[in-house]
């Protein structure tokens, strides 16, 4: 456990996204923190010992002291409002909202591209196949959100937040699969990967794939 006490549980094979984003935001608060891996293919996260530290059974779980949470916005705000550092989240009311959304929106929809190109495509080998028709108009949907939301800024908000990671790994699930996206979008997602946080979780090294 480091000096503040902090643990995080992320999955074996370092491809949850959000797992990515719970890291990306420690890192970027510099928060030492410990991090355990769950093998979430060998059922780990049901085992009596992780159950109890993450009632949901689920990555990430971050523990504080005696005080453990999962869901990854909930521990990134948690961490945005506890510690201090660098911001997570716009402290405007309007952008910090805009962030939320965004993180919100990404989890919750566009399914069709979660499902074809999962993060195994993007930390481990790009996929082969063809987008469906659905997933072709998830990723239209997609583009249509981040071309209004960005309106040529660098950043969703006009300054950076943890959402920017998020909608460019979502983005990434089709530009680094070769996939067909707005350059615009495309350079986006691109800068956003070369953050430094980020690149500490792409360079993991991952067992191989079952």
Known sequence: MSDLGLTLYVDAHFSSPYAMSVFVALKEKQLPFELKTVDLHAGDNRADDYAHTSLTQRVPTLVHGNFALSESSAITEYLDETFEGVA??????????RARQVQAWLRS?????????PTSTLFYAPSQ???SEKAMAAAKKLAFAAEGWLQDRQYLCG????????????????AL???PIPKVL???AQQQWQRPSVQEWIKMQRPALA
């Open 88 to 97: 997570l989240y716009p402290r405007d009311p309007q952008k910090r909202a």
């Open 109 to 117: 929809d566009l399914m069709p591209i979660r499902e074809e190109r």
């Open 129 to 131: 196949t063809p987008l």
């Open 159 to 174: 300054e950076w937040s943890l959402a920017d990671v998020d909608l460019a790994l979502m983005l990434n699930r089709l």
């Open 177 to 179: 699969n070769g996939d």
């Open 186 to 188: 495309a350079y986006y």
